[in-house]
């Protein structure tokens, strides 16, 4: 016997995929803001050295980078209560990915930061910027839109394993979907749309960083 | 609740681990294999071979690996197959690693200088003979070391099948945390896990990756 | 009083003695030559009067900041000594105007307009007044060379060092370059050459300094000096170049 699918069902909760899906791209933001942000902080503390926070972001890059997320999430979320703190699912969920995000931006943006010529760093420095100057205004901004694409695609990925999240009881995308197929019993048809709105959504993030960088860090045309 | 010592959660998670290890054996062995085929499709002249491919690896790549194992899981009991966890768990992993490598491949393929193919069309070579004899030797040396990186990928994604019930490390840890209120410990000890075998593959990517850009360079 | 004073100057790169005890006293509007074979130093000596390179022994002195070996707070110094690098080196993510505005703004703390305004008159000095709002990558090797001489003159430094400004031009891109040092000597700049340019160093030159491992060889006035070398290492490096 033929199986008849039913996709009507699913879309009968589509309020709770738009919840599910605005979750999941705020999760994605905050996550990708805070994460740049130590990303940067582990970039310089590596690449100009400074102890003892290069070896302690060393550490913490090989940490992260060579254990799943979702060990990361599990660890946050039921082991740090067990330490005396309180955390909820969405605050350990936010945690794990700037945890996660931070430790791969300090490895692409470091090797932004390295791959700086030496003659821009001689022209600033023979024009009496100092050190804090040349960083924010001569090594920085071109060794970001370097590694931009990579920093886009790894947001891309860091937004995709969100979806274990829902392991947690954080109410986004797969959250979602988990909750409609329980109740509709359409499992295969519930998660194939929500697949496709990962797809779609993987796109659209993709396209929307690609453009911001090149407005914030690139040319600006006045 | 303390009749499970540290040693019943260090020996359970063991045999967890065994599992990961199996399962990423299993994923990397024949993900490569389909990953192979992949590269073929994706450097074919026949452009229909191109597409697909293309679509294959922008579908894999673009969703997440939990979604791609409740469709295998829930697709297959659609047309009455039962598929347990590991069978689920090794085909989805399988497919996820196909369109890594085989992205990752076909990158060291068109990295290989366009003056490569233009010598090797030059001596009379065919496609086949170019590729055979020319190019995928030099893209095979340049694609060890991030072939090796994407094997941590592969051991950290086993992770993600927990979910949907297969028992390796990752369930076996969530197992032990509820029966023993440490989850600290056990995470703690799971974590190590996932290191003791990541580690060694992201340091020696690293060492290979330095070699090839070191013989380049000289 | 001199305008800069290199006293006894004294540089290793490991066991090499790069510099060994460096006298020299250049007047202001001076207008001084550095030649000699490639590892002479005239590079390294050059590159110590505004800090890129530390030195070991001795003293250097540009308008009052005097600089100690291994000195690490060069700032007050390298806002009176201006420097062009081979390579331009201008920053590829900012405009023609952005690059000569960046120090001003945020070390000699201009507000926007004055920079504006200084940025302009600098480029209009170089003749790329109108390259304001391009970026780098579109402009030629001479007129980013231009450009770069105007971002060191918008810091209106006492001395300008110039590192081999044209050798890595094209040929027919030299001169105009040249022209616009020509200007600036006329005005009356303070400036300081590593050049193979021997003609130019001739003509536009005050005084002729050759170096020769590591020491001031020869010096003296340009012409009578490529007239009549008084050294044979001099003689034969003039023939070597011609």
């Given at each position: 016997m033929a199986y008849a699918f039913d996709f009507a069902s699913v879309l009968e909760y589509r309020e709770v995929l738009v919840d599910g899906t605005l979750k999941t791209l705020a999760l994605t933001a905050i996550g990708t803001v805070l994460g740049l942000a130590v990303g940067i902080l582990g970039a310089v503390s590596r690449a100009w050295k400074l102890a003892p926070f290069d070896r302690l972001f060393a550490v913490y890059v090989e940490a992260i980078r060579n254990t799943p997320f979702l060990v990361q999430l599990f660890f946050i979320f039921f082991g740090l209560p067990s330490l005396g703190v309180q955390i909820n699912e969405w605050q350990a969920a936010i945690l794990a990915v700037v945890v996660n995000l931070g430790a791969y931006t300090t490895e692409i943006i470091r090797a932004g930061i390295e791959a700086t010529p030496k003659g821009q760093i001689e022209a600033a420095q023979s024009l009496a910027m100092g050190r804090a100057q040349i960083f924010r205004h001569v090594v920085l901004p071109p060794a970001l839109l370097k590694v931009w694409p990579a920093i886009c695609s790894q947001v891309v990925i860091v937004m995709l394993g969100t979806s274990v999240c829902s392991q947690i009881a954080a109410e986004e995308l797969t959250f979602a979907a988990n909750f409609i197929q329980s109740r509709n019993f359409r499992a295969f048809e519930t998660y194939f749309v929500v697949t496709a709105i990962y797809f779609l959504l993987a796109i659209a993030v993709r396209q929307v960083l690609i453009q911001a960088g090149q407005r914030l860090i690139a040319r600006r045309t006045k | 609740?303390?009749?499970?010592?540290?040693?019943?959660?260090?020996?359970?998670?063991?045999?967890?681990?065994?599992?990961?290890?199996?399962?990423?054996?299993?994923?990397?062995?024949?993900?490569?294999?389909?990953?192979?085929?992949?590269?073929?499709?994706?450097?074919?002249?026949?452009?229909?071979?191109?597409?697909?491919?293309?679509?294959?690896?922008?579908?894999?790549?673009?969703?997440?690996?939990?979604?791609?194992?409740?469709?295998?899981?829930?697709?297959?009991?659609?047309?009455?197959?039962?598929?347990?966890?590991?069978?689920?768990?090794?085909?989805?992993?399988?497919?996820?690693?196909?369109?890594?490598?085989?992205?990752?491949?076909?990158?060291?393929?068109?990295?290989?200088?366009?003056?490569?193919?233009?010598?090797?069309?030059?001596?009379?070579?065919?496609?086949?003979?170019?590729?055979?004899?020319?190019?995928?030797?030099?893209?095979?040396?340049?694609?060890?070391?991030?072939?090796?990186?994407?094997?941590?990928?592969?051991?950290?994604?086993?992770?993600?099948?927990?979910?949907?019930?297969?028992?390796?490390?990752?369930?076996?840890?969530?197992?032990?945390?509820?029966?023993?209120?440490?989850?600290?410990?056990?995470?703690g000890f799971v974590a190590l896990g996932y290191f003791a075998l990541c580690y060694p593959l992201s340091a020696y990517s690293r060492i290979l990756e330095r070699k090839i850009h070191g013989s380049r360079a000289h | 009083m001199a305008l800069v004073r290199i006293d006894a100057l004294h540089k290793h790169f490991g066991s090499n003695h790069v510099l060994r005890g460096i006298d020299l006293d250049i007047e202001e509007g001076q207008v001084i030559a550095l030649i000699g074979r490639s590892g002479s130093g005239k590079s390294t000596l050059l590159r110590t009067i505004n800090g890129l390179e530390s030195f070991d022994e001795g003293c250097i002195e540009v308008d009052g900041e005097r600089i100690h070996p291994h000195e690490t707070d060069l700032r007050a110094l390298r806002q009176k000594v201006g420097m062009v690098f081979q390579q331009f080196n201008l920053f590829p993510h900012l405009t023609v105007g952005q690059n000569v505005m960046l120090a001003t703004r945020i070390v000699r703390k201009l507000g926007d307009a004055e920079a504006r305004e200084l940025a302009l008159a600098m480029l209009d000095k170089v003749g790329l007044r109108e390259k304001f709002d391009a970026f780098p990558d579109q402009l030629s090797g001479g007129q980013q060379q231009r450009v770069a001489i105007a971002r060191a003159l918008a810091m209106q430094p006492r001395v300008l060092l110039c590192d081999e400004i044209t050798s890595a031009l094209d040929p027919e891109l030299v001169n105009e370059v040249l022209a616009v040092v020509k200007t600036l000597a006329a005005e009356g700049m303070t400036l300081i050459m590593v050049t193979h340019e021997m003609r130019f160093a001739r003509e536009v030159g005050d005084k002729l300094v050759f170096m020769y491992q590591g020491r001031i060889h020869e010096a003296g006035d340009p012409q009578e000096l490529f007239a009549n070398p008084r050294t044979p290492e001099l003689a034969s490096f003039i023939g070597s170049i011609n």
């Open positions: - | 609740m303390n009749d499970i010592s540290t040693w019943d959660i260090a020996r359970n998670l063991l045999d967890g681990a065994l599992w990961t290890i199996g399962l990423s054996l299993t994923a990397f062995v024949l993900g490569g294999i389909a990953g192979l085929l992949l590269l073929f499709a994706r450097i074919a002249r026949n452009p229909l071979a191109r597409r697909l491919a293309q679509g294959y690896i922008e579908v894999f790549q673009g969703t997440p690996l939990l979604m791609q194992l409740f469709i295998i899981f829930f697709g297959g009991s659609l047309i009455g197959l039962e598929i347990s966890p590991w069978l689920a768990a090794a085909i989805g992993l399988t497919l996820f690693t196909s369109a890594y490598l085989g992205e990752i491949w076909r990158g060291c393929v068109e990295s290989i200088p366009k003056g490569q193919w233009e010598a090797s069309a030059s001596l009379a070579l065919t496609h086949v003979e170019q590729m055979r004899y020319v190019i995928l030797p030099q893209a095979l040396r340049i694609a060890i070391a991030p072939t090796v990186g994407f094997s941590v990928q592969v051991v950290k994604g086993t992770a993600v099948t927990s979910i949907i019930g297969f028992v390796e490390l990752t369930k076996t840890g969530s197992m032990l945390a509820n029966a023993t209120y440490q989850p600290f410990l056990v995470f | -």
